[in-house]
C-alpha cells in the first residue's frame, strides 16, 4: 500500500501526489452510511526545493509545500467531524471513479484587493477542503471578488462571487448552490408547501434531528443546517451541512455515473459564427437533423441575433453567453451529436451544448474559450482538463461529441481531443 520516491521516474522534480480511494468497503457499515475517508498522507524524504505557488490561474487542490509556501488544506478533524453517533449518507455511490472538487480564481484576480484576495483563497480552501473530504462532488468551480454584490452569490454554471461577505461559512453555503441547492432545475419538483418531500435529504435531516424533523425549503435554501447565517456554522452544522447537500444531491439525481441527457444546441461567447448540418445519431438510427428550410423555427434563441443564411444559422451579436436550443427534444441514453461550425469574428470560438437540463445550465464543449487559447468540457456535475487550442476564423470545423452512458468524448476534425465522465 505505499511507495517511495524510488519508484517514480523523475522522483527529483516530482512535487504532487494525488490518491484516490476507488470501490472502498468498510466493514460493519450498513447501507454504506459512512463514506470512506483518507485521514493521512505521510510524505517521506528531502523536501524539493521549490516553493509551492499559494495562489494560481490553475484548478487548486491541497499540494505538498516547499519551505516556506502556505499550504492549502482541509481543516484538521475535530472529533465532531470524525466520529458522529448518528449515520451520514454516503455522497455518492462506491463506483464514482474520485474526481476532487477543485476551483480556480477569477481571470483578473492580480487586480483584487490583496485583503479580499486572501479571505477568498482561505475561505474556498477551507470549505472545498471540507466537502472533498467529506465526500466525492466532482466540480469545476470559479470564484471571483465582486465588490457589487452585497454578499455572494453562487450557481449551478459552478461560479462564485463574494462580495460583502466573505468566510468559510459563506463558502460552504454557496458550494452547496453551487452543487444544485436552489439551481438545479429540478430543485421546485421536490417541494410541497414548502417541505422538502425527496427521501434522501429527509431520512438524512431526521437521522441529526429525530424522527419528527421537517426539512424546510424555499426556492433557493433549506434549514436546518443550510448555513443561512454566520450564526449557524460551528465545526458540526458545518459537517451536516455538507451531509445534508450530498443527501439533496441524490434526491435530485446527482449521482456518480448519472447518464448525460438533456437538451443540445449552439452557442457564442463574444463571437460570431456559422452552424450547419447539426445531426444527432443513435447506431444507424436519425434522431435529429437540422432543417432550416423555415428559418429558426424549432429552435429556441437566448440573446444574440439569429438568422438563417442560406442554409446556414448564423449569429452575428458580440454578446456573451448567447444560445440555440432545439425546441422540445431531450436526448437521452447513447447518441452522438454532428455538426460543423465556422467563425466568421469576435473573441473566442463556438459553444457545442449537449446533455443540458435546462435553458441557462452550462453543458457545453467550449472551444477556444478565454480568449481562445483553450478548449474544455464543461459538463454538469463532471470535470474535464481544459486543454491548449485555438479556433480560426473563416474555416469550417467538423465537429463531433459522442455521449455513452456517464461519458463523453468530443472530436474536431476525427480527432479525439478531449473526453470527460460525471
Known amino acids: 500500500y505505499g511507495f517511495s520516491s524510488d519508484l517514480l521516474p523523475d522522483a527529483p522534480s516530482a512535487r504532487h501526489v494525488r490518491i484516490n480511494v476507488h470501490r472502498a468497503v468498510l466493514h460493519n457499515n450498513p447501507n454504506n452510511w459512512y463514506p470512506p475517508i483518507l485521514y493521512e ?14 495562489v494560481t490561474d490553475n484548478a487548486r487542490t491541497a499540494a505538498v509545500p516547499g519551505p516556506g ?5 482541509a481543516p484538521k478533524p475535530q472529533a465532531s467531524e470524525t466520529k458522529s453517533a448518528e449515520p451520514a449518507a454516503a455522497a455518492v455511490p462506491a463506483d464514482f471513479s474520485g474526481h476532487p472538487m477543485v476551483y480556480r480564481l477569477a481571470d483578473g484576480h492580480g487586480g483584487w484587493p490583496a485583503d479580499k484576495r486572501r479571505r477568498v483563497v482561505e475561505a474556498m480552501d477551507a470549505a472545498i477542503g471540507l466537502y472533498n473530504r467529506l465526500g466525492v462532488f466532482p466540480k469545476n468551480v470559479t470564484a471571483a471578488y465582486s465588490p457589487d454584490t452585497p454578499t455572494a452569490d453562487g450557481n449551478y454554471n459552478g461560479n462564485i462571487r463574494f462580495g460583502g461577505q466573505i468566510n468559510r461559512r459563506v463558502a460552504l453555503h454557496e458550494l452547496g448552490h453551487v452543487l444544485g441547492i436552489g439551481t438545479h432545475p429540478r430543485w421546485r419538483s421536490l417541494i410541497r408547501d414548502r417541505k422538502w418531500t425527496g427521501r434522501h435529504a429527509l431520512a438524512q435531516v431526521r437521522a441529526f434531528a429525530g424522527p419528527e424533523a421537517v426539512l424546510n425549503v424555499d426556492g433557493m435554501h433549506f434549514w436546518p443546517y443550510g448555513l443561512n447565517y454566520d450564526r449557524e456554522s460551528s465545526p458540526e452544522n458545518d459537517r451536516r451541512h455538507v451531509l445534508m ?22 452557442g457564442t461567447w463574444a463571437t460570431q459564427a456559422e452552424f450547419k448540418d ?54 437521452e ?69 459522442e455521449v455513452r452512458g456517464a461519458t463523453v468524448k468530443a472530436y474536431l476534425d476525427g480527432k479525439l481531443v478531449q473526453q470527460a465522465r460525471r
Open 41 to 54: 498522507v505521510k510524505v517521506y524524504g528531502a523536501r524539493a526545493g521549490q516553493t509551492a505557488q499559494g
Open 69 to 73: 509556501a502556505r499550504t492549502p488544506q
Open 245 to 266: 447537500v450530498a443527501a439533496f444531491r441524490r434526491d435530485l439525481g446527482i449521482v456518480a455515473g448519472e447518464p448525460i441527457r438533456g437538451m443540445v444546441g449552439v
Open 278 to 331: 447539426i445531426k444527432v445519431t443513435r447506431g444507424g438510427r436519425t434522431l435529429l437533423s437540422s432543417d432550416f428550410s423555415r428559418g429558426t423555427r424549432g429552435w429556441k434563441t437566448l440573446r444574440g441575433k439569429w438568422e438563417v443564411v442560406g442554409g446556414v444559422l448564423r449569429q452575428t451579436s458580440e454578446e456573451e453567453n448567447v444560445r440555440a436550443l432545439v425546441v422540445g427534444d431531450t436526448f
Open 333 to 401: 441514453g447513447d447518441h452522438t451529436l454532428t455538426l460543423k461550425a465556422r467563425k466568421l469574428g469576435g473573441r473566442e470560438g463556438f459553444l457545442v451544448i449537449f446533455g443540458s437540463p435546462g435553458d441557462e445550465t452550462k453543458s457545453w464543449w467550449n472551444l477556444g474559450g478565454w480568449g481562445n487559447t483553450r478548449h474544455a468540457l464543461e459538463v454538469p456535475d463532471g470535470a474535464s482538463t481544459p486543454v491548449a487550442g485555438s479556433i480560426e476564423p473563416g474555416r469550417w470545423y467538423d465537429i463531433r461529441v
